[in-house]
């Protein structure tokens, strides 16, 4: 069978929309519910203990199931756990955070096959950092919830095998895992998982369709000797004094890659404005308008090179409206938003995005932002720029 034939076998919204989206989705409302209800289900008393942990897993589902994945996908992780349980930092505790993960993460994907095509994927490494939330705590049973999110290598892509999915090497990796613990000693635990994990690039190259593994895991945890008695204020960072109401600035700046264009890529600036309302310390709602600057537009003469299926304009500009939930995590804010377009000139009269974001604060006014602008669940581009705070 013919790469091309695979290729009309599967969609983006095939391999990419219902996991990524529900994935990002469930992260951010578990924590906003977490945030809002938990009253702490783990002791904040016990003195720092940080542990390293194994997990084995193998796949047991590649979602969704039309795009025709097959075959056993075996790994494993090795997890360095930094203790937060006597962290009074704000976040920490009403997010019930059990530890900091900090995850390497083996995949062999030599037997996964698309369309009867067996052997494109090769092997996929990936760092990846976390966190360990805990959920609800049973006599000795911890259930846990495990989102995670890095960076990867996947040595065969699109460019070097029959490889439909994946059009570069380097990928952004999404995880999304429930955990069951349990000690089985005073250094050690056992804990089972499930977990969804996605993979793909940002539409930087193409194709950029994805793949989505769910996988289960058995591993053990073994404490380190470590012991600490004194508090800790921060995670090295001091947060902002806490306002209701700021305003918000930001700018940035990527590559939409080129069907069959190698290194080649469309160019665009984003630009986004808008106002923020903070619930709390760890939870904002914002409403803004996103503006994106197409440097090359729809030609049809050129429509190879031009065409950006969801994203494809006529116009130099397009214009939305947006608004959705920011969790903070000290330095780290992490914010997904859904928009209306008040302008976009699109053939495929698109009306709607959403976008979900990653900042990193430098000052209370200033920070580094990767922003994903998405179409249904098809991705637009990744911009990376900067956010700015005026007034916070």
């Not at 702490?40 to 193998?58: C, E, H, T």
């Not at 047991?60 to 994945?69: E, F, H």
């Not at 067996?118 to 989102?147: C, I, Q, W």
């Not at 959705?324 to 992490?334: F, K, Q, S, W, Y």
Request: proline share 3%; aromatic share 14%.
């Amino acid at each position: 069978m013919k790469i091309e034939d695979i290729k009309l076998n599967l969609s983006s919204s095939d391999l990419f929309m219902n996991s990524f989206t529900r994935s990002i989705l469930v992260i951010l409302f578990t924590l906003l519910l977490n945030t809002c209800f938990a009253q702490g289900s783990f002791n904040q008393d016990l003195p720092l203990r940080n542990s390293i942990a194994v997990n084995f897993q193998k796949s047991i589902a590649y979602l969704p199931t039309k795009g025709k994945m097959e075959g056993v996908v075996f790994g494993g992780e090795l997890i360095y756990k930094v203790s937060t349980v006597d962290n009074p930092t704000d976040w920490v505790r009403k997010l019930n955070v059990k530890s900091i993960n900090f995850i390497f993460n083996y995949k062999d994907l030599n037997n996964l096959e698309v369309a009867k095509v067996e052997h494109t994927f090769g092997r996929s490494y990936s760092v990846l950092a976390g966190l360990n939330v805990s959920l609800y705590r049973l006599n000795k049973v911890d259930f846990n919830l495990l989102p995670a999110i890095g960076l990867g290598y996947t040595t065969k892509t699109n460019l070097n095998s029959q490889n439909p999915l994946i059009g570069s090497h380097l990928n952004f990796y999404l995880k999304l895992g429930l955990e069951v613990e349990t000690d089985i000693s005073e250094m050690m635990t056992a804990f089972a998982s499930v977990d969804l994990s996605h993979f793909s690039n940002g539409a930087l190259k193409l194709p950029n369709l994805g793949t989505n593994i769910s996988n289960v895991g058995i591993g053990i945890s073994r404490k380190l000797n470590q012991s600490r008695s004194t508090k800790r204020d921060t995670l090295g960072y001091e947060a902002p004094l806490f306002k209701k109401h700021h305003l918000e600035l930001g700018i940035n700046f990527g590559k939409r890659g080129v069907d069959g264009g190698g290194n080649k890529g469309l160019y665009k600036n984003g630009v986004y404005l808008g106002y923020q309302y903070s619930i709390n310390s760890v939870v904002d709602l914002g409403l803004g308008t996103d503006a994106v600057y197409y440097h090359t537009v729809y030609d049809i003469i050129n429509h190879k090179t031009t065409n950006q299926s969801f994203a494809t304009s006529y116009d130099h500009w397009r214009v939305g409206i947006a608004f959705g939930p920011a969790v903070n995590l000290g330095r780290i804010d992490l914010s997904t938003k859904f928009g209306y377009y008040l302008h976009y000139n699109n053939p495929q009269k698109q009306k709607s995005y959403w976008t979900f974001a990653v900042k990193y604060g430098f000052t209370s006014w200033l920070a580094a932002e990767t922003k994903l602008y998405i179409h249904n669940a098809e991705a637009d581009y990744l911009g990376l720029g900067l956010s700015f705070f005026p007034f916070r």
